[in-house]
């Protein structure tokens, strides 16, 4: 008799989980003001009539990674959550998005670290944490700041992998200072024949001395050949394993993860007091075996893998942790059963990093106005305009109309005769009427332009209303917002309070008052 016994299958423990961090975006109000009674929640503002929050889970799929931890404010959540099970890609994907919230205000926010301590005990392994704003670059996958991180979290102890980006060359802004300004690049030193992080420069230390960088000689003799620029933004997207966490709650006093927590964690590496101190805590390789088992059942295609070369060092990806070691110079425990002193002297606890160069593709943090502004403008670069195929939408777009081939023009707006549209993004149930001009704007959904209006360099927001022959340039408008006919405007940003303060009578005071007077005489 045949046995048909099976033996039971082994569940291989979830390697990564991707954690997305969603704030509110006060760099981008009025855009990210409320529209009317609803909050307009950050991660939905579209960069070329997508959601910014589509970009950063699109990365993650792509890398292999099953699960999301999404993290909001309370108020925003019912939004994305719609969105994320509704309307996005992602609801029909394999990602399993866990959305969770946290209570704060646009005028009381919450630093990452806090949010990080809060949610720690949903986070059980390494992770992966990303900001919803981060545009990737197409040559820059996810999969390589994973596989980085594998191969050094193996062979030597590092800690966390860090992506850093060049900040595009100075050009002349399309958006007016009122605005606010790009993202400041950050001063950082780090080695590049290992690729590792050193050094972050922070406001405290621009503070005490805004021209020079205090490095200790002990660094500077270990890593002889340390570069440094001043051109790099941080992407604010780590690889981390699950033990920083455990850092991160005994360094309370720490509220800023780039400000604050990683500066700090990139000195435990050399600085032997920190290293003392939280070395058992950032470096037991008690789960050395536990680290090595999802690099043979990887979320990555390790076949692939290992016939190309891994991150910047040119080993093979089948190479074992130990012989890896070896190959770059580092001490690597005999045994993963050691003794935790002398696991944490053979951790380096290094931070890496990973440096992508502007030649090389483009990337952005859509964190402030300008930055989504230039968002917009380069993805209808990339994209050639032709009129819709349907014919319910094809009849929206009045064959007099003008539309350039580098514009976007979303489902169902309707475009009428002798209008002009120019290198401008224009989003889903708008409705624009008879001889508009429109040149290098951002319209997001439901905006209605009467006949004649001019815009120019301008962002509107979500149902944002302008009367005819109204003159708008380099302004923006808080969802919600109506501007009245004739009226013009010149590099304003442009929200509902000072709408309401205009609309307002202003003789209603004294009125007030005369019925004030004419009650006491009365009484008299």
């Given at each position: 008799?045949?046995?048909?016994?099976v033996d039971p299958v082994q569940s291989v423990p979830r390697e990564f989980l991707a954690v997305i961090l969603a704030g509110f975006g006060n760099e981008l109000l009025p855009l990210t003001g409320d529209v009317g009674d609803?909050?307009?929640?950050?991660?939905?503002?579209?960069?070329?009539?997508?959601?910014?929050?589509?970009?950063?889970?699109?990365?993650?799929?792509?890398?292999?990674?099953?699960?999301?931890?999404?993290?909001?404010?309370?108020?925003?959540?019912?939004?994305?959550?719609?969105?994320?099970?509704?309307?996005?890609?992602?609801?029909?994907?394999?990602?399993?998005?866990?959305?969770?919230?946290?209570?704060?205000?646009?005028?009381?926010?919450?630093?990452?670290?806090?949010?990080?301590?809060?949610?720690?005990?949903?986070?059980?392994?390494?992770?992966?944490?990303?900001?919803?704003?981060?545009?990737?670059?197409?040559?820059?996958?996810?999969?390589?700041?994973?596989?980085?991180?594998?191969?050094?979290?193996?062979?030597?102890?590092?800690?966390?992998?860090?992506?850093?980006?060049?900040?595009?060359?100075?050009?002349?802004?399309?958006?007016?200072?009122?605005?606010?300004?790009?993202?400041?690049?950050?001063?950082?030193?780090?080695?590049?024949?290992?690729?590792?992080?050193?050094?972050?420069?922070?406001?405290?230390?621009?503070?005490?001395?805004?021209?020079?960088?205090?490095?200790?000689?002990?660094?500077?003799?270990?890593?002889?050949?340390?570069?440094?620029?001043?051109?790099?933004?941080?992407?604010?997207?780590?690889?981390?394993?699950?033990?920083?966490?455990?850092?991160?709650?005994?360094?309370?006093?720490?509220?800023?993860?780039?400000?604050?927590?990683?500066?700090?964690?990139?000195?435990?590496?050399?600085?032997?007091?920190?290293?003392?101190?939280?070395?058992?805590?950032?470096?037991?390789?008690?789960?050395?075996?536990?680290?090595?088992?999802?690099?043979?059942?990887?979320?990555?295609?390790?076949?692939?893998?290992?016939?190309?070369?891994?991150?910047?060092?040119?080993?093979?990806?089948?190479?074992?942790?130990?012989?890896?070691?070896?190959?770059?110079?580092?001490?690597?425990?005999?045994?993963?059963?050691?003794?935790?002193?002398?696991?944490?002297?053979?951790?380096?606890?290094?931070?890496?990093?990973?440096?992508?160069?502007?030649?090389?593709?483009?990337?952005?943090?859509?964190?402030?106005?300008?930055?989504?502004?230039?968002?917009?403008?380069?993805?209808?670069?990339?994209?050639?305009?032709?009129?819709?195929?349907?014919?319910?939408?094809?009849?929206?777009?009045?064959?007099?109309?003008?539309?350039?081939?580098?514009?976007?023009?979303?489902?169902?707006?309707?475009?009428?005769?002798?209008?002009?549209?120019?290198?401008?993004?224009?989003?889903?149930?708008?409705?624009?009427?008879?001889?508009?001009?429109?040149?290098?704007?951002?319209?997001?959904?439901?905006?209605?332009?009467?006949?004649?209006?001019?815009?120019?360099?301008?962002?509107?927001?979500?149902?944002?209303?302008?009367?005819?022959?109204?003159?708008?340039?380099?302004?923006?408008?808080?969802?919600?917002?109506?501007?009245?006919?004739?009226?013009?405007?010149?590099?304003?940003?442009?929200?509902?309070?000072?709408?309401?303060?205009?609309?307002?009578?202003?003789?209603?005071?004294?009125?007030?008052?005369?019925?004030?007077?004419?009650?006491?005489?009365?009484?008299?």
């Amino acid at each position: 008799m045949m046995d048909f016994s099976v033996d039971p299958v082994q569940s291989v423990p979830r390697e990564f989980l991707a954690v997305i961090l969603a704030g509110f975006g006060n760099e981008l109000l009025p855009l990210t003001g409320d529209v009317g009674d609803a909050p307009f929640p950050k991660a939905l503002l579209p960069i070329s009539n997508r959601p910014m929050v589509d970009y950063a889970l699109a990365w993650v799929e792509q890398s292999g990674i099953k699960d999301v931890l999404l993290i909001c404010p309370s108020s925003h959540r019912p939004s994305i959550s719609h969105y994320i099970h509704s309307e996005s890609p992602v609801s029909s994907s394999s990602l399993r998005v866990d959305i969770q919230s946290f209570d704060e205000t646009q005028e009381l926010s919450v630093g990452t670290c806090s949010i990080l301590r809060h949610f720690s005990s949903r986070i059980q392994e390494d992770f992966v944490l990303l900001p919803c704003d981060f545009i990737p670059p197409q040559a820059l996958p996810l999969s390589k700041l994973l596989n980085k991180f594998r191969s050094e979290a193996t062979s030597d102890g590092t800690i966390a992998t860090s992506c850093w980006f060049e900040s595009p060359k100075s050009e002349k802004s399309a958006a007016p200072d009122e605005w606010g300004s790009y993202s400041q690049s950050v001063p950082i030193v780090w080695d590049d024949s290992t690729g590792t992080l050193l050094y972050i420069d922070t406001l405290d230390n621009t503070d005490k001395n805004g021209e020079e960088l205090e490095l200790r000689m002990n660094l500077l003799s270990r890593y002889p050949r340390a570069k440094l620029s001043s051109r790099l933004q941080d992407s604010h997207v780590y690889v981390c394993r699950r033990e920083v966490l455990d850092a991160l709650q005994r360094k309370t006093e720490l509220d800023s993860l780039r400000e604050d927590f990683l500066p700090w964690l990139c000195k435990v590496h050399y600085q032997a007091t920190k290293r003392l101190k939280y070395g058992r805590v950032l470096g037991s390789f008690s789960n050395f075996a536990a680290r090595t088992t999802p690099m043979r059942h990887s979320t990555l295609h390790t076949i692939n893998i290992a016939k190309t070369k891994v991150s910047a060092y040119n080993y093979s990806a089948t190479s074992s942790p130990v012989q890896l070691g070896r190959e770059l110079g580092y001490s690597v425990p005999p045994s993963p059963t050691g003794s935790d002193n002398v696991c944490m002297e053979t951790s380096s606890l290094r931070v890496g990093v990973i440096i992508h160069r502007e030649e090389d593709g483009y990337c952005v943090r859509t964190n402030n106005l300008p930055a989504y502004l230039e968002a917009n403008r380069h993805f209808i670069n990339d994209t050639s305009y032709t009129l819709p195929v349907d014919p319910q939408k094809r009849a929206l777009i009045d064959a007099k109309a003008s539309i350039s081939s580098d514009s976007t023009i979303g489902d169902f707006t309707k475009v009428d005769e002798k209008t002009t549209i120019k290198k401008s993004v224009v989003g889903k149930h708008c409705i624009i009427g008879k001889m508009v001009k429109i040149v290098g704007c951002v319209l997001l959904d439901h905006c209605v332009v009467s006949d004649g209006a001019k815009l120019e360099g301008s962002i509107l927001g979500r149902n944002t209303r302008v009367g005819s022959k109204a003159e708008l340039v380099r302004c923006i408008t808080q969802g919600g917002y109506e501007v009245k006919g004739n009226e013009s405007y010149r590099n304003e940003k442009l929200d509902i309070s000072d709408w309401g303060e205009e609309t307002e009578d202003p003789n209603e005071d004294d009125e007030d008052e005369d019925e004030d007077e004419s009650d006491d005489e009365a009484a008299e």
